[in-house]
């Protein structure tokens, strides 16, 4: 027992000898330059002779008669990788036991033996012990087994048992059943994928099983095997399964993935297949590739990493498209369940084709390309695979200048929501993309090289996409914000640009913003939009930033930040870019904690720009407002005494109509208490009546002066009414006005009277009211009563004093009906008398108002139509009345410092 202990221990410690002196010569071949390829061949033919001389000692342990027997009538198998001769030096060694039944009895203990002495002396092994029938039953089982032996190769043994196996497993596991051969393989790989990483750009990818690996390489082999009955690169070529370009892309691609892999292993010195950013450091550094620009050596690397497994992905997937269907099915499908488009497109279940007569048209230019997709687009579907492939082989290249009809494509493309994400991944595979945004060949593949990131850039921006379409069925703010925008195809555009200026010296917002001005251009966007986009990709991390970093209930912060955004609609899509944004950097790095903070910055922001927070309900409340007004009303009507039952029905139905007359946000930003008591007002007043009331608020220490009348005797009423409260020394704080279906005003000023400490006296108010009929009935003018006041007097401003710059912006997207114009300014004496005359002066109706000042700030908000109550479409007007606008404005603030100087 002894001598037999002794003799194991001596000859497993010859056969780690043996196994060291293996990789020792395979990492001499690697470091001296042997390819990558040549250095697995090498560890394969290495480690089979091994293998076979492990078994061939323990052979000579049987009797004569039983090794003649056991010779004979079995064999030893490399399968899987071993197979393949793809071997890195701690790679699994894969094999495969053979025999004929008659000999399992004396055959599976060798082969016992053999597993222990191989596992003993360090090398991992993965075998089974079958017969021929137990193998070609099992491998209909198991699809890895199944795949495992489409590289069986004969090492030792009967080679007509081999040949048999070979023979049977071509004819009853594959050709017998090859579309389920083919969708076994896809359905395990499918699955691997998911488990370690379902996208090329992963930065800490696994080079064996993570899409675009080596694994992809394996199972194109499996399907062209089933397919066509050859599995390497060339044969496959040979056999037109895949094109010359496509074979040259994956022996490339072959060879750089199983170097990297061989370098793993022999740094770790055991198997390793993730590329953990340290290793990506290191081999940087080995292979001495330089920065370039902005670019770090490792960065670079990289990005020589995705492009590789995007091509091997791209091709995987296209290949087993291909290859799951043949050419009489996709006839019969499209015959029986597509329908045809503008007469040469076929849209079914799943793809959009193009007839073969109309082909080759079709996809001749840019623009029948992007017609193509934007009808994939439109219809939920995808581009037909063969099509996809049609398109890559013309290797696009951005045209000068895109056509008219281009652009239009793109941006309607971008318009849709649903599969957009899918239908850009097409276009970007295609190299459509980047013949329509140059800026994106410098992002494909480009890696960012930090802990907060865990995708490419061009990946990253993707997912930006579709994370913003995952928006449209959500309930809660974002999913509003989302279905909101009006153009939705800048909000995509703008995702598509945000992170265009990464991978440069300069800060990648800096210079994204004339990128975005570029391609605006490109596209042939209005100033308007293309301001939008700019504005958009250049502050694409604000939101974000003072969300996550500031205190958002900081009213300065939401003054500065409100000014900055400008208009609602801008907000909305800065809330939605900022949200995908987030979303899109990485697993759960959008959590609630996130998505609270944000949403408040949101609403906030969206209540100083409009004047009221975001509501959700709007309809419901609506309804419910007007039945506590009308039932307030009634309650008066009906204290005068009981009505007959016709009578109160009648009443009841009149101050509905009333109440109906009223716009949403009056109703929806007044108290019902205050409604009704307007209502009664409107319905006492004498035609020809001014109705002005004031009241004072004791807890703020202001006066509201309330003005209700008809349009038809109070032209110009809003203006007028901010100048003759300006004229008598009055601070205006906030305004809201209102104008009724049936043209009657309710017009708000809040107002400090710095002439007043306390409760204004009744005096006080009586002559300010007179004043305000005086001017609405043209008994006198404004320009009167601000000289009798000598020129506004300079009045002591609270509060920090900020160094923001006069901004008018002219929205013309939030709204459907109206033209939203944005002012912010220095708070200034008579400032919003300036601004409501100026409009007057460009003959705009301003419908609704929403002015606040803050500290030294105001951001007033006008909804303005023009004289006969329609938007101004007009890009030529929208320009000279925000120019009108600016020159009126910056002349007031120049004569207020002027005599702030005297």
Request: hydrophobic share 40%; glycine share 6%.
């Amino acid at each position: 027992m002894a001598e037999t202990l002794v003799a194991t221990v001596d000859r497993i410690s010859r056969y780690k000898v043996v196994l060291d002196d293996i990789r020792r010569r395979v990492r001499e071949r690697f470091e001296n330059g042997a390819s990558a390829v040549q250095t697995a061949a090498l560890q394969s033919e290495l480690f089979d002779r091994f293998v076979v001389q492990v078994l061939t000692e323990h052979l000579q342990d049987l009797d004569p008669i039983s090794r003649l027997s056991v010779e004979s009538q079995s064999a030893l198998l490399a399968v899987g990788g071993s197979g393949r001769a793809e071997m890195c030096p701690y790679s699994d060694v894969d094999l495969l036991f053979l025999s004929a039944p008659s000999i399992s009895t004396r055959y599976e203990p060798l082969t016992s033996q053999v597993q222990r002495d191989l596992w003993d002396c360090g090398l991992k092994v993965g075998a089974s012990v079958r017969t021929l029938a137990d193998s070609i039953q099992w491998a209909r089982q198991e699809p890895q087994f199944a795949t495992s032996l489409v590289d069986a190769r004969h090492l030792w043994g009967s080679t007509s048992l081999v040949d048999q196996l070979q023979s049977r497993f071509r004819r009853s596991v594959v050709r017998a059943r090859h579309q389920q051969f083919i969708s076994d393989a896809v359905a395990a790989r499918d699955k691997e994928r998911t488990d370690y990483g379902a996208t090329t750009q992963q930065l800490e990818p696994d080079l064996k099983r993570s899409l675009g690996g080596l694994r992809d390489l394996h199972l194109i082999r499996w399907i062209g095997f089933a397919r066509y009955g050859v599995a390497d690169i060339d044969s496959l070529r040979l056999h037109s399964a895949i094109t010359m370009e496509e074979a040259r892309r994956l022996v490339h691609a072959h060879e750089f993935l199983t170097g990297l892999r061989i370098d793993l292993h022999l740094a770790a010195g055991k198997e390793q297949d993730v590329l953990t950013r340290e290793d990506q450091l290191r081999i940087a550094k080995k292979r001495n590739i330089q920065a370039v620009g902005a670019q770090s050596p490792v960065e670079r690397f990289m990005q020589q990493y995705f492009q590789h497994s995007t091509t091997v992905a791209e091709i995987a997937r296209r290949f087993v498209t291909r290859s799951r269907r043949s050419p009489w099915v996709e006839r019969f499908i499209r015959f029986v369940m597509s329908y045809r488009v503008d007469e040469i497109y076929y849209v079914g279940p799943e793809f959009v084709d193009i007839g073969h007569r109309h082909r080759s048209a079709a996809l001749s230019s840019l623009e029948g390309i992007l017609r193509l997709f934007m009808t994939a687009a439109r219809y939920n579907v995808c581009v037909a695979p063969h099509l996809l492939e049609l398109i890559k082989s013309q290797s696009l290249k951005p045209p000068a200048q895109l056509s008219t009809e281009a652009s239009q494509a793109f941006l309607a493309l971008l318009k849709t929501s649903g599969k957009l994400g899918v239908t850009l991944r097409g276009l970007y595979e295609t190299g459509v993309l980047e013949a329509v945004l140059p800026c994106w060949q410098h992002i494909r593949c480009l890696l960012q090289f930090n802990q907060y990131h865990h995708f490419t850039v061009d990946e990253h921006t993707l997912r930006t996409i579709e994370a913003a379409e995952g928006f449209l069925k959500s309930g809660g703010p974002l999913g509003q914000a989302y279905r909101e925008i009006h153009h939705k195809e800048l909000l995509h555009l703008t995702l598509l640009l945000h992170d265009a200026g990464k991978g440069f010296e300069e800060d990648h917002s800096e210079l994204g913003r004339r990128l975005a001005e570029e391609t605006s251009n490109r596209l042939g966007l209005p100033d308007h939009q293309r301001d939008l986009v700019m504005f958009l990709v250049h502050r694409h991390l604000k939101m974000a930033d003072l969300a996550l970093r500031r205190d958002i209930g900081d009213r300065a912060l939401l003054l500065k930040f409100s000014h900055e955004v400008g208009s609602p609609d801008a907000l909305r899509m800065l809330y939605v870019l900022t949200a995908a944004d987030i979303s899109a950097v990485g697993p759960n790095t959008w959590n609630e904690w996130k998505a609270e903070l944000l949403t408040t910055l949101y609403e906030r922001t969206m209540l100083w720009l409009s004047g009221k927070s975001h509501l959700f309900d709007e309809s419901t409340r609506l309804r419910q407002i007007q039945q506590q007004v009308v039932q307030l009303c009634r309650g008066t009507t009906e204290s005068t005494g009981e009505l007959p039952d016709g009578q109160a029905a009648i009443e009841t139905e009149a101050w509905q109509k009333r109440v109906e007359q009223c716009p949403a946000h009056y109703l929806l930003e007044t108290t019902p208490s205050r409604i009704a008591a307007d209502m009664r007002v409107i319905r006492a007043r004498q035609p020809d009546e001014i109705h002005v009331e004031a009241q004072y608020d004791a807890e703020t220490g202001t006066v509201e002066y309330r003005v209700i009348t008809d349009e038809t005797i109070a032209a110009g009423c809003f203006h007028k009414l901010a100048g003759v409260l300006s004229a008598k020394r009055m601070e205006i704080l906030n305004a809201t006005i209102c104008t009724t279906q049936d043209r009657l005003i309710i017009d708000a000023l809040r107002v400090r009277d710095a002439d007043h400490a306390g409760e204004i006296p009744e005096f006080r108010t009586e002559e300010v009211a007179s004043a305000i009929r005086k001017v609405l009935r043209d008994e006198t003018d404004v320009a009167t009563l601000l000289k009798s006041r000598g020129r506004f007097a300079v009045q002591a401003i609270q509060g920090p004093v900020s160094d923001l710059p006069l901004r008018v912006v002219v929205d013309n997207e939030t709204s459907d009906r109206y033209t939203v114009i944005d002012v912010f300014a220095h708070d200034r004496p008579g400032l919003l008398y300036e601004i409501t005359r100026a409009l007057y002066v460009l003959q705009l109706s301003v419908v609704l108002a929403k002015i606040a000042t803050h500290f030294d700030q105001v951001l007033d908000v006008f909804f303005v139509t023009d004289a006969a109550g329609n938007k101004i479409h007009d890009g030529e007007r929208l320009k000279s009345i925000r120019q009108h606008l600016m020159t009126e404005l910056t002349a007031f603030e120049k004569s207020v410092t002027d005599d702030q100087t005297v």
